[in-house]
């Protein structure tokens, strides 16, 4: 018996082993990608898209801005794609990566409850949005964990001349972005997030997009790491990632998103998809 | 508590709809923790025969080291593994990070204390006479490790069960050193993460139902298999 369950053992083992090592070492390509990418569901669309084109096979390590950064100075990624610009301008000038192009945009709103007790809707800005939440002590959740989002709260918080670590009104969730939406909605509380994931997100949260900031778009750029600095990094494969993201085939897979199910697109391309529609 | 209902509902739907999406992260999910039980059953078996028989110097160093494993903090086995399979990592060049046999790897390394304790003290608990007396009347080492393993089957295979159960209902590490991707490494808890992550609900809840029911099937058949009379 113990024969016979060795053999099996070793016989399911090489299966497992069969199936991912297809395609060998300088196929495969590991994308760093944010929470709200994967959350919206864009990620398994890219994935889907670039690998009918190409022979390579996508990896993706999710995590938040400030995590795929560490991953990529590590030389543990070939290709990121975030959404923080000074921690990305820093990535670059420390020649960890280079090449940073825009892919597409959204916008960070202000959700929270449909009484809107803190007066958010009123506000000329988001620093002053940020005054009245601290002013009125109404609970904030903040994503609390080095994301693109977290970070852009931080810089608010900043503009605003106040620091919420320690005040009771303030929590921080540590999840990702569509998470940290449905705790806030269940707190009934105010928490910062980007437009795409809240559109996914509205019809189970129950919070309202109070205020929105169109003058800052949040920006998710594309940006090869360093094959100089990392010899393990698949440089070809990153190269056929970027162009391929920014090429017109990328930006409509980019701009369809969304279409169908929201009647809009969830991240707007950073140039623009020749196919889509007006206003695509 | 609606939701609870209309997620029972969702998960007959899918599994009786044939939906491909689920039955590929449920082979996923079987393929790849059963793999890692077997391999935990193996490795499980042979240390507790060691620890059992041979009652080896510092066995009650060694024996705590395994109940101890048995809380091993999955995300913790995780990130080890992870470190150990980064590119940067002593086991980089193997390419293994993120696929399936990543999580083979993870789970077993969790499951294999679980049933190294569970067994040597299924085996510590047989008569101690026993072997010496198979051995005696000509048995070699396997004929006797035979014998009593399967005079301790019932507790054997609760061993196994609680290995497998560790393994498949398993998700901080699985996410880390598989990755999580569609077709290849998401198994049914990583898919669950991203529903809930993704806030569809109610997918995810048909999911977790499909797991429970797979797992109910399969401890019965082990169950079944346990509480059967030995052959004589």
Redesign the interface.
């Known amino acids: ?2 024969v016979r ?2 053999s ?2 070793v016989l ?2 090489s ?3 069969l ?3 297809c395609g060998g ?1 300088r196929n ?1 390509l ?1 994308l760093g990608a944010t ?1 709200s990418v ?4 864009l990620l ?1 669309e890219i ?1 889907r898209a670039f690998e009918g084109v190409t022979d390579y096979h ?5 995590g938040g801005s400030g995590e795929v950064l560490a991953k990529a100075r ?3 990624l070939d290709v990121i794609m975030t959404h923080s610009p000074a921690d990305e301008d820093k990535f670059i000038a420390d020649g960890e990566g280079l090449d940073k192009r825009p892919v597409m945009m959204n916008f960070f709103l202000i959700a929270g409850p449909e009484a809107d007790p803190a007066g958010v809707r009123g506000a000329a800005s988001m620093s002053e949005a940020f005054k009245r939440i601290a002013g009125g002590q109404s609970l904030f959740i903040s994503r609390g964990d080095q994301s693109g989002t977290h970070l852009r709260e931080l810089s608010i918080w900043g503009e605003a001349d106040i620091t919420p670590q320690g005040q009771p009104w303030y929590q921080e969730s540590s999840t ?1 972005q ?2 940290n ?2 705790v806030a909605s269940d707190k009934d509380a105010y928490t910062l997030v980007d437009s795409s994931t809240f559109t ?2 509205e019809k ?2 129950g919070l309202r997009a109070l205020l929105t900031d169109t003058e800052k778009p949040n920006i998710y750029s594309v940006i090869r790491v360093a094959s100089d600095k990392h010899q ?1 990094v698949n440089a070809t494969g990153a190269i056929a990632f970027a162009e391929f993201i920014t090429s017109p085939a990328g930006q409509c897979v980019i701009a369809d998103f969304g279409m169908e199910e929201y009647g809009k697109s969830l991240f707007e391309p950073a140039a623009r998809c020749p196919s889509a529609n007006v206003g695509g | 508590m609606d939701l609870i209902w209309d997620g029972v509902t969702e998960a007959l739907r899918l599994i009786f709809s044939g939906d491909s999406y689920v039955y590929e992260v449920t082979f996923t999910s079987l ?2 923790s ?2 890692a039980t ?2 935990a ?2 490795l499980g ?1 042979s240390i507790a025969s060691f620890l059992a028989f041979r009652a080896p110097p510092g066995r009650t160093l060694a024996l705590s080291a395994f109940n101890a494993g048995m809380a091993l903090p999955p995300v913790a086995v995780g990130l080890l593994v992870s470190i150990m399979l ?3 990592g002593p086991l ?1 060049q193997l ?8 999580i ?1 790897i993870a789970q077993a390394v969790i499951a294999t204390p679980v049933v190294a304790a569970l067994s040597t003290a299924a085996l510590q608990g047989l008569n101690p006479n026993l072997r010496l007396q198979v051995l005696a009347l000509g048995a070699s080492r ?1 004929q006797a ?2 014998l009593l ?1 399967r005079e301790a089957r019932i507790s054997l295979l609760a061993a196994a069960m609680a290995g497998f159960g560790a393994a498949i209902s398993e998700v901080g590490a699985t996410i880390m050193v598989g ?4 077709g ?2 998401r198994t049914l808890t990583s898919a669950i993460v ?1 529903e ?4 569809d ?1 109610e997918t995810a809840i048909a999911l977790s139902f499909i797991l429970l029911g797979v797992i109910l099937v399969l401890v019965t058949l082990f169950t079944v298999l346990q509480q059967r009379r030995p052959p004589a």
């Open positions: 018996m113990a369950l060795a099996l053992a399911l083992t299966l497992a082993l199936d991912s090592s070492d495969e590991i929470t994967q959350d919206t569901g398994d994935v996508i990896k993706p390590s999710i590590r030389g543990e990702g569509g998470q939406l449905v996914v997100f189970r949260a393990n | 393929l790849v059963g793999s077997l391999i059953l193996v078996l980064w590119r940067t980089g390419h293994l990070l993120y696929s399936r046999t990543a083979v396997w490790a035979l393993f990755g999580n991707i569609k290849s490494t991203l809930v992550g993704q806030g609900f």
